[in-house]
T-cell receptor, first 115, second 114 residues
Framework: GAGVSQSPRYKVAKRGQDVALRCDPI?????LFWYQQALGQGPEFLTY????????KSGLPSDRFFAERPEGSVSTLKIQRTQQEDSAVYLC?????????????FGPGTRLLVL | GESVGLHLPTLSVQEGDNSIINCAYS??????FIWYKQESGKGPQFIID?????DKRQGQRVTVLLNKTVKHLSLQIAATQPGDSAVYFC?????????????FGTGTSLTVIP
């Protein structure tokens, strides 16, 4: 079966531009996570959805970051007025259940470069 | 070869040798741990997991050891192959009942020398 997919794979934005990053989780997966990964670092949690409900957004670095999952499947991470410090790889992951000790499956990531 | 986690983020081993990658976690309440492998340009790939009620778990060529007393996790790779070259991350889940947040270590870069 298909894994987690993300698009675009690469995005170059001018400072101040808005961007939208898409995640298609594994079909039927309840949980969806977004992470930010800076160069040479481990992924850092941004936000978590259980179906369409955003249950945790404590990792979003500023109010310029917004995520949604309106129908409980595809999710979009939007970054408004991008800044150079937003340059990173944005990873999406999904998990079949809502809770419990179970692994997440990651997509390939979107590499964002803000000039 | 053996790494010392955050203080030695790179590890080079000869093909065929065993590798040991270490990770120290911070929260004694963490109850679920995962090792991920990340190759350049790809997302993290699940290798093996372990729950806090276990101290050892084995997979194909990999073993994870958990020492809750000193909050230490290790990944052992047997007969390391060139395809094992990647960055390895440990991730801790601080409450598997909610399972919302996974905290990743800095990672260890493993290079296998043919």
């Amino acid at each position: 079966g298909a894994g987690v997919s993300q698009s675009p794979r690469y995005k170059v934005a001018k400072r101040g531009q808005d961007v939208a990053l898409r995640c298609d989780p594994i079909s039927g997966h309840v949980s969806l996570f977004w992470y930010q990964q800076a160069l040479g670092q481990g992924p850092e949690f941004l936000t978590y959805f259980q179906n369409e409900a955003q249950l945790d957004k404590s990792g979003l670095p500023s109010d310029r970051f917004f995520a949604e999952r309106p129908e409980g499947s595809v999710s979009t991470l939007k970054i408004q007025r991008t800044q150079q410090e937003d340059s990173a790889v944005y990873l999406c992951a999904s998990r079949s259940r809502g809770t419990g000790a179970e692994t997440q499956y990651f997509g390939p990531g979107t590499r964002l470069l803000v000039l | 070869g053996e790494s010392v986690g955050l203080h030695l983020p790179t590890l080079s081993v000869q093909e065929g040798d065993n590798s040991i990658i270490n990770c120290a976690y911070s929260n004694s309440a963490s109850d679920y741990f995962i090792w991920y492998k990340q190759e350049s340009g790809k997302g993290p790939q699940f290798i093996i997991d372990i729950r806090s009620n276990m101290d050892k778990r084995q997979g194909q060529r990999v073993t994870v050891l958990l020492n809750k007393t000193v909050k230490h996790l290790s990944l052992q790779i047997a007969a390391t192959q060139p395809g094992d070259s990647a960055v390895y991350f440990c991730a801790e889940n601080r409450d598997a009942n909610t399972g919302n947040q996974f905290y990743f270590g800095t990672g260890t870069s493993l290079t296998v020398i043919p």
